[in-house]
């Protein structure tokens, strides 16, 4: 069993940074692939970044590329999403979530067997 707690979000202005963080509990969580997803009110959750097993391999949502970038430290059972230029239409609820069945990673919420609480990230214009 793995348990995922995000941390880090908060309230910050538009064009601001913010690092959110995913500690798990699981010794597994080295081997499983790792992603973020966010969900707005009224909205549908939806993919942000996933990465591989080992950190090698990522890809992100178009909305995001170029500004966010997901990354894990295994030695510490710790994924990370750091989160730059924000903008007002980034605010969400943020979740992480890992996979045993795909060690590179998905774009799709049903890839995932494990999720956190979420954090809530506010971006104010």
């Known amino acids: 069993q793995v348990q995922l707690v995000e941390s880090g979000g908060g309230l910050v202005q538009a064009g601001g940074s913010l690092r959110l963080s995913c500690a798990s509990s699981g010794r597994t969580f080295s081997s499983y692939g790792m992603g973020w997803f966010r969900q707005a009110p009224g909205k549908e959750r939806e993919f942000v970044a996933t990465t591989s097993w080992n950190g090698g391999n990522s890809n992100y949502a178009d909305s995001v590329k170029g500004r966010f970038t997901i990354s894990r430290d295994n030695t510490k059972s710790t994924g990370y999403l750091l989160m730059n230029s924000l903008k007002p239409e980034d605010t969400a609820v943020y979740y992480c979530?890992?996979?045993?069945?795909?060690?590179?990673?998905?774009?799709?919420?049903?890839?995932?067997?494990?999720w956190g609480q979420g954090t809530q990230v506010t971006v104010s214009s």
């Open positions: 979530a890992a996979s045993s069945r795909y060690g590179m990673g998905s774009d799709r919420t049903n890839g995932y067997d494990y």
